[in-house]
């Protein structure tokens, strides 16, 4: 099973670096496609972790500031979302083996 998670939170990281990747290089498309793959992971992830308290927070006042920029059509503040914050939170996920 640790395995599995382990596995989940790799597909995560990459969807997401690869979302940042297709944003930065102007490939919308690409990019929103890999944004949704990322969100569905996500999912997935979130339902298996073990996540704290201050985690949780974390996590979730990361998606609020997310759900701004998406509404705001910020392309370059989601960006900075996804890399600075969600990105830095599920590699820390796997690093400390909350989901491992």
Known sequence: MATERTKQ???LNRCLQACIDYWKQDNDELGY???????????TVIDQAELSV???QQL???LEHLYQYVCQKDFTAMIDCLEFELLSITENLQSVGECV
């Open 33 to 43: 496609d890999c944004f949704l793959q990322s969100l569905d992971q996500l999912d």
């Open 9 to 11: 939170v790799e597909t």
């Open 60 to 62: 979730g006042l990361t």
């Open 54 to 56: 201050a985690q949780s």
